[in-house]
């Protein structure tokens, strides 16, 4: 029996910029889908950066929109030109969404409705299937802090404790990489420990970083990053305003500077199966339900947080996965 789709849904909406979500029903999506799009019945979204962007009006997005791009859930309804989902897969919501398929750097993924709702319409050409071991809870913050960490790993990371940087942490150990995390909060120097950094500092040394990823929108977190070996690489991930790194870094050091989004959809399903195979450990800080949304800004906001804010959406869906019998991961 297919599944039975409420014709209204409960969802988190920006309705106007610079001020707090909107949570209240609206109709659900995906009545007339797209040959190419899935509906998924969302068991757990997460609150990224990103949506603080969004909420601004930085990006562009229409108003009004359902706030998240990180989501994971199950199939509910499939596009005719899908083969690879069938109905009741569990998935990971990519969020890249009708990619032109003529060059790698669609991005519109923050400009569409996402997944702070009971359920999201997403472009099927582009989701990931979750192992049967990675559960909800984990996945969802996969869907942009981990495919963007995950597409421009390097050696070292500054903001190393925080929401991409712990997952660079475990990712860059899975493949055998050192890893020197580096975070200003305690806080986060003891997440990126626990997560298995070979060192962790709160300011660089010049001796022992080839390359690093800066995930910190700090101002000053660019020009800690630029401090590498000679001749070292910078892979620039956060979104601060200005990105500002001092001239003797760049030219006396000959510091190369790249800026990286996010990942491929050859990476990003290669991605869930590194996490599953190697257990990564996403922290995360649970929250029941979509009303509960208002406490998740307030918690992201606090600078207190270990890891990635998640709101539990279907509570059944994790409910199966405890009676599945396997380790989760």
């Not at 899935?38 to 757990?44: D, R």
């Not at 997460?46 to 199939?75: F, N, Q, R």
């Not at 929401?163 to 120097?189: P, S, T």
Request: with cysteine.
């Amino acid at each position: 029996m297919a599944p039975q789709i409420p014709d209204k849904m409960l969802a988190a909406q920006v309705v106007q910029f610079k001020k707090p979500y909107k949570i209240h029903e609206v109709l659900t999506g995906g009545k007339d889908l797209n040959e190419h799009v899935i509906l998924a019945k969302i068991a757990v979204a997460s609150l990224c950066h990103t949506d603080g962007m969004v909420s601004e009006g930085i990006m562009g997005t229409k108003l009004p929109g359902v706030a998240s791009h990180e989501g994971a859930g199950t199939v509910v309804k499939v596009g005719i030109a899908i083969k690879e989902f069938e109905v009741r897969d569990r998935v990971l919501c990519s969020l890249t969404y009708h990619r032109c398929g003529e060059c790698a750097d669609c991005y519109l993924g923050v400009t569409i409705d996402g997944s702070f709702a009971e359920y999201a319409v997403v472009d099927g050409r582009e989701c990931c299937m979750l192992p049967d071991n990675l559960n909800f809870q984990s996945a969802a913050p996969l869907a942009c802090a981990g495919i963007t960490v995950w597409g421009g790993l390097s050696v070292a990371l500054v903001g190393g404790g925080g929401g991409l940087g712990h997952l660079g942490v475990q990712f860059a150990k899975a493949l055998g990489l050192k890893v020197i995390a580096i975070d200003a909060r305690d806080e986060g120097l003891s997440l990126a420990k626990e997560c298995g950094a070979d060192f962790v500092k709160k300011t660089t040394d010049r001796k022992l970083a080839d390359a690093t990823l800066n995930v910190s929108d700090h101002e000053s977190a660019a020009a800690t990053s630029a401090a590498t070996k000679m001749h070292g690489v910078l892979v620039q991930i956060a979104q601060p305003t200005n990105v500002s790194v001092p001239f003797e870094e760049l030219i006396f050091r000959d510091t190369r500077i790249h800026g990286s989004l996010t990942s491929s959809r050859g990476e990003c399903q290669e991605m869930p199966k590194v996490a599953s195979k190697n257990k990564i450990c996403v922290k995360t800080n649970p929250f029941n339900g979509i009303k509960e949304i208002p406490k998740v800004v307030e918690l992201a906001h606090s600078g207190r947080m270990q890891g990635k804010p998640v709101i539990i959406i279907d509570n059944e869906a994790i409910q199966n996965e405890k009676k599945s019998g396997l380790e989760m991961v």
